[in-house]
């Protein structure tokens, strides 16, 4: 009986053949390295019950200078290092728990991973003998070609004759006999070395980074090359073209006629429509639907000459080359970077050719339920609305009506607006106009909008948070169907390019702008996400972006306007009217030039800017409707805690009944009410 003494345990350790680890009458045991089934031969610890560890496991070297990383020897640990939160195998890409072959670079193996790409490697494959060979056509049709991916070359598994799984690797068997070193033409100074891609460079030809598996690289050139894209096919064909595309070798870079992007070697191109592209832009979805613009997208190889004036892409709202591939929507003019516009695979959904002439899908479904009366213009000027009971109409006289907010978005009435004449109730016209139900891009459920319907529906008449600028409201919103969080129409409907009348040009939103180090032009607060010009350094947050221009307060008889720089250079201090406390002279305030009154935004707008004074509120346990009040300079007592209501309160509409309660007091959890 063989005696071993092994790294990471104390105590001796006995080789069991098959009778004697049945004769143990532990039936199926772990190995304790590993942790997969054990088999004969194997070691146990004679001391220590239920220890056990198979051949190779046991008699793995401490350290393993492996062929396919030249430049450090893998050193077997105990445990992951302390750094890592989660450790994963850069070979089957499983989580490593126990012991690892680790190197200082980065790499991480399981023993299993490490020892049987070093017999890969070394051409020793005694292990891979009497497994079975799988068919990728017989495969692919019996599983839907869902195997997963090999190893190796993270290709998918049943693309390639492959070995089968009873093995315990995903592995083609045209990557277990892969050449050690090869020549190649796109890479003539040095031979090409297979290797784990310890540097994560980007191949080559492709650019795309691979993080497992194996890959062939130049260490003097720092370069790495898929092995997958060293033999590509001679001729592709897909549906997405109706010409056959030809491999083409080039040793010069090439600009991709389907992306507009730079390409390296390996060009597929159609003769017929003389167009060259990338392997991966063969196959690009021809038309798809983005949540960034209402109506789908096409992609195209160049833009006619009507469409000849430069064309920024709405995602990264840089110059688009007309001359090269992007996605574009003709009705409006939009464009997106091909890249851009697949960037995130959840915020678009590719659309069969068979709907390609299926305009429907592109009309939003009108909250205006029915036209009643136009003017000349073909404006309607009576209409019917599926949030209104009475029938509404048009008007510009905001002087007969400068002092009412609009129903929908809560702000004051500016420029045409409908409005009720039987009962309090007005709505911009643009506000009227909204779609019953939209897409709101940057939800966290957008990745579900893509199943025949859209979940955000207008709803009103309720109380609701919203989940963009927290504000408490009760205009109109978009509710989500999925979560049933509520989006603010001020919020939903915000552009990706905005004209804010304290900078004189456009403002553009920047998702993910992470480097601008800048505070908001507006308020001081840092910025992330932000809307940002393009010509000069001024940003702002979203906050700012949709603060109201024009509103009411009780501090001053006419409509304070938001002001945008400082007034009254004379004045060394500037304070605020309503709190007197001092104002920096660089942020935003509200002001009246007729009083001379000034003030900080937030004192003027308050915790609660978008409630509608006057509206009802029947939730909670009061017998009678509640109407939301604000009285100056009369402070009435509160019934619930005695003390005077200066903010926000409700009173009974019910004249008999004399209750009056903080809203504070009141309010219960609004998320999601209603």
Avoid at 308 to 324: A, G, P
Avoid at 421 to 427: E, G, K, S, V
Avoid at 599 to 608: E, F, I, P, R, S
């Amino acid at each position: 009986m063989e005696e071993l003494k092994n790294y990471g345990h104390q105590h001796p350790l006995l080789m069991l053949n098959e009778e004697q680890l049945l004769g143990n009458g532990n039936g199926v045991v772990d190995c304790s390295r590993c942790g997969e089934k054990v088999s004969a031969p194997c070691f146990s610890c004679v001391e220590c019950s239920g220890f056990y560890l198979h051949k190779t496991c046991a008699q793995a070297p401490l350290e393993l200078n492996h062929p396919f990383h030249r430049h450090h020897p893998l050193l077997l640990l105990q445990n992951p290092p302390s750094s890592y939160t989660r450790c994963v195998c850069d070979f089957c890409d499983e989580t490593c728990e126990k012991f690892i072959y680790h190197c200082s670079c980065g790499l991480n193996f399981h023993i299993k991973c490490a020892l049987f790409t070093f017999n890969i490697a070394e051409r020793n494959l005694k292990e891979l003998e009497h497994v079975a060979l799988e068919d990728p056509s017989f495969s692919s049709k019996n599983d839907g070609g869902n195997l997963g991916k090999c190893f190796a070359c993270w290709e998918p598994l049943a693309i390639y004759t492959y070995f089968s799984l009873d093995c315990g690797f995903n592995l083609h068997k045209k990557c277990a006999e892969l050449p050690a070193k090869m020549g190649h033409v796109c890479h003539r100074k040095h031979p090409l070395l297979l290797q784990f891609n310890s540097e994560q460079l980007s191949c080559k030809i492709c650019q795309v980074t691979q993080q497992r598996g194996f890959l062939y690289g130049c260490s003097t050139c720092n370069l790495a090359i898929h092995i997958d894209c060293l033999s590509p096919l001679p001729v592709i064909e897909d549906k997405s073209h109706q010409h056959p595309f030809t491999l083409f070798w080039r040793q010069i870079p090439f600009i991709c006629d389907a992306c507009g992007t730079e390409g390296h070697h390996v060009a597929y191109a159609c003769c017929t429509c003389s167009i060259m592209v990338h392997k991966k832009c063969i196959s690009l979805p021809s038309i798809i639907q983005h949540v960034f613009h209402v109506h789908r997208v096409f992609h195209t190889y160049f833009i006619h000459k009507e469409y000849s004036e430069s064309l920024n892409c709405i995602r990264c709202h840089e110059v688009v080359d007309t001359e090269h591939g992007s996605y574009f929507c003709a009705d409006c003019n939009v464009i997106f970077h091909v890249n851009c516009a697949l960037k995130e695979k959840e915020w678009y959904c590719i659309v069969s050719q068979e709907n390609e002439d299926d305009k429907s899908l592109d009309i939003p479904v009108n909250s205006i339920t029915k036209f009643l009366e136009t003017n000349d213009a073909g404006e309607a000027t009576l209409i019917e609305h599926c949030k209104h009971k009475h029938y509404l109409m048009l008007s510009d006289k905001i002087s007969e009506h400068g002092d009412k907010c609009c129903d929908g978005c809560l702000l004051l009435i500016s420029a045409k607006f409908y409005h009720c004449l039987r009962c309090d109730f007005f709505l911009h016209k643009s506000c009227a106009e909204l779609p019953k139900m939209d897409l709101i891009w940057d939800h966290r459920c957008v990745g579900k909008l893509f199943s025949g319907s859209k979940p955000f529906i207008l709803t009103s008449d309720c109380m609701f948070e919203c989940e963009q600028c927290t504000y408490l409201s009760n205009g109109f919103s978009y509710k989500c169907n999925e979560c049933g969080i509520h989006r603010c129409v001020r919020c939903a409907t915000l552009p990706y390019a905005v004209k804010i009348p304290g900078h004189k040009h456009l403002l553009l939103f920047y998702y993910d702008y992470y480097n601008f180090e800048k505070q908001c032009s507006g308020c001081g607060t840092d910025l992330s996400n932000t809307y940002r010009c393009k010509d000069c350094n001024f940003g702002l947050c979203l906050n700012c972006v949709m603060r109201p221009t024009r509103v009411g307060h009780n501090c001053d008889d006419h409509p304070l306007n938001l002001t945008y720089h400082k007034i009254n250079d004379y004045t060394k201090y500037h304070y605020c009217d309503i709190c007197e406390e001092e104002r920096d002279s660089k942020n935003w305030f509200y002001h009246c030039e007729t009083c001379d009154t000034s003030a900080h935004v937030d004192c003027v707008l308050g915790k609660y800017p978008f409630i509608k004074l006057g509206s009802i509120y029947n939730e909670g346990n009061h017998p009678h409707s509640l109407t939301f009040v604000k009285k100056f300079p009369y402070y009435p007592e509160c019934v619930e805690c005695g003390k005077p209501c200066e903010d926000l309160f409700l009173e009974c509409a019910e004249p008999e009944c004399k209750y009056i309660a903080h809203w504070e007091c009141r309010k219960s959890t609004i998320r999601g009410r209603c």
